[in-house]
């Protein structure tokens, strides 16, 4: 069996196609991960849905911000459309099983035996694996639930910045949800930042990227993240970073990760500039 996790395609349905023709998976046997976006920004989010959709049990996937986005445009009133790159996936006859299905992927996978965790962004320097897993259930839960559309519209915002077990409501799963969708630097107090986007040589001195805070609980298990395209891949101990920035006119990146790790990439033909 072999596992490949696959970087941010957002849209880009032709590269994620090639990409697939250059793994060749069994569809028996082999598993597909995806980081989250699997849609937004590219030219055919819908198309990018029904085919990870129709993968069935091969495919895992986490949700990404960009994920969380459609979901609110399609359950949640009144969200300010940024953009139409998701009218397709709204108007689309198969659109309430699609969002069915996008709702209940979950914001973590954890495989203990590959000592892997999944998330789209990052994760809270506190949390560990465990934790960090059972926190996104709470998250999960309430996406499946009949709540999803209130959450959804108030999961917008940059606070609380700061993780404590004591927060509750919608200021917990705003936390959560941040946490493991949007982080890429944090405070060196732990606080999470949420405006430096940029590679990590052009952000603030108070700032760090999230996987070199000091004492981070994860640290001892490999995380596999997308969410940067200015981080671009990384590989170093038990850190895969796989946003290759293929909606950018880089690369849809997948990594074999059920043993030495291998690379595959294929070209993008660039969608955005800025």
């Not at 060196?188 to 981070?216: C, N, T, Y």
Request: contains cysteine.
């Amino acid at each position: 069996m072999a596992i490949y996790a696959i970087g941010d395609v957002q849209g880009c349905y032709n590269e994620l196609e090639a990409l697939l023709d250059k793994i060749q998976p069994d569809s028996e046997r082999d598993e597909l991960w995806f980081v989250g976006d699997l849609v937004n920004r590219g030219p055919h989010s819908l198309e990018v849905l029904r085919l990870v959709r129709d993968l069935g049990r091969q495919a895992v996937v986490t949700l990404g911000n960009h994920d969380l986005h459609l979901l609110a445009l399609a359950l949640a009133e009144k969200i300010k459309v940024r953009d139409h790159d998701l009218d397709a996936v709204l108007a689309a006859p198969d659109r309430d099983e699609l969002i069915d299905w996008l709702r209940r992927r979950p914001l973590a996978h954890y495989r203990p035996e590959l000592n892997t965790l999944m998330v789209h962004a990052g994760v809270a320097p506190q949390w560990n694996p465990l934790q960090t897993v059972k926190l996104a259930r709470e998250v999960s839960k309430v996406l499946k639930g009949e709540t999803a559309p209130a959450f959804l519209k108030a999961m917008y915002g940059k606070k609380p910045d700061y993780w404590s077990p004591e927060l509750s409501g919608k200021d917990r799963l705003r936390f959560i949800t941040n946490a493991l969708t949007r982080i890429r630097m944090c405070h060196k107090d732990g606080r999470l930042d949420f405006d430096a986007k940029g590679p990590p040589a052009d952000a603030p001195k108070k700032l760090r990227p999230w996987f070199e805070m000091p004492d981070r609980a994860t640290s001892s298990v490999r995380v596999v993240f997308g969410h940067w395209s200015a981080l671009g891949l990384l590989q170093q101990d038990n850190l895969l970073g796989l946003d290759t920035g293929c909606i950018w006119g880089r690369k849809l990146t997948a990594a074999r990760i059920d043993g030495p790790v291998k690379i595959v990439a294929v070209k993008s033909r660039g969608y955005r500039s800025v």
